[in-house]
Nanobody, 121 residues
Framework: VQLQASGGGLVQTGGSLRLSCAASGNIANINAIAWYRQAPGEERELVAA???????KYGDSVKGRFTISRGKVKNTADLQMDSLKPEDTAVYYCNAGTYYSDGTYHSWRYWGPGTLVTVSS
């Protein structure tokens, strides 16, 4: 499985950015794409996940500000990040995995290259 990510960059507090991820390869058993992020000195955390059925899951810190959606192209996903805060500054990673019917997301070992998001105060 290969994951390609795009987007990211520098934005001021309150601004918006959009990240996109595309999965390819042996993706038959993967039913979801997610974004994780990792800030310096912090553990990697789930930002948002979306299943092929359109079900979504968000980390508590981004609820109401970020929106994940299935892309127009199959096996892609977009993350719209609004009302960005300095604490959103991190390297964001695209991930492929499984979205279960109970609403939990299991990340597989497939990761895209990180993309840096920097929010200036």
């Amino acid at each position: 499985v290969q994951l390609q990510a795009s987007g990211g960059g520098l934005v001021q507090t309150g601004g918006s950015l959009r990240l996109s991820c595309a999965a390819s390869g042996n993706i038959a058993n993967i039913n979801a794409i997610a974004w994780y992020r990792q800030a310096p000195g912090e553990e990697r955390e789930l930002v948002a996940a979306v299943s092929t059925a359109g079900n979504t899951k968000y980390g508590d810190s981004v609820k109401g500000r970020f929106t994940i959606s299935r892309g127009k192209v199959k096996n892609t996903a977009d993350l719209q990040m609004d009302s960005l805060k300095p604490e959103d500054t991190a390297v964001y990673y695209c991930n492929a995995g499984t979205y279960y019917s109970d609403g939990t997301y299991h990340s597989w070992r497939y990761w895209g290259p990180g993309t840096l998001v920097t929010v200036s105060s």
